[in-house]
């Protein structure tokens, strides 16, 4: 059975640092890309950062660009998304979801989705 654990999101003030974690199971980890969403209240879900696990290519969105981090720990079958530099508007729900295969660009959709975790950015 695929499981995906998003965990790590909690309350900052802006500008500064969160670290999410997606722990996997169930799969075979280096046949997938594995991504982070994000969910505003009264907002669409949005892809936020890509990784595809065979070759390590990475994807971001415009709006956190040199800001996130999203990196892979084989080993834990882990992935992570740093955000450094947070802002209020970055302040959402946070999904890790996978897909078979690769990114090819940030995704809004995918295969498999885990629960989310939520981010707080006070101004």
């Known amino acids: 059975e695929v499981q995906l654990q998003a965990s790590g999101g909690g309350l900052v003030q802006a500008g500064g640092s969160l670290r999410l974690s997606c722990a996997t199971s169930?799969?075979?980890?280096?046949?997938?890309?594995i991504g982070w969403l994000r969910q505003a209240p009264g907002k669409e879900r949005e892809g936020v950062s890509c990784?595809?696990?065979?070759?390590?290519?990475?994807y971001y969105a415009d709006s956190v660009k040199g800001r996130f981090t999203i990196s892979v720990d084989k080993a834990k079958n882990t992935v992570y998304l740093q955000m450094d530099s947070l802002k209020p508007e970055d302040a959402a729900i946070y999904y890790c979801?996978?897909?078979?295969?690769?990114?090819?660009?940030?995704?809004?959709?995918?295969?498999?989705y885990g629960q989310g975790t939520l981010v707080t950015v006070s101004s």
């Open positions: 979801a996978l897909i078979a295969g690769y990114c090819f660009g940030v995704r809004r959709s995918y295969d498999y």
């Open positions: 169930g799969f075979t980890f280096y046949d997938y890309a």
């Open positions: 990784i595809t696990i065979s070759d390590g290519s990475t």
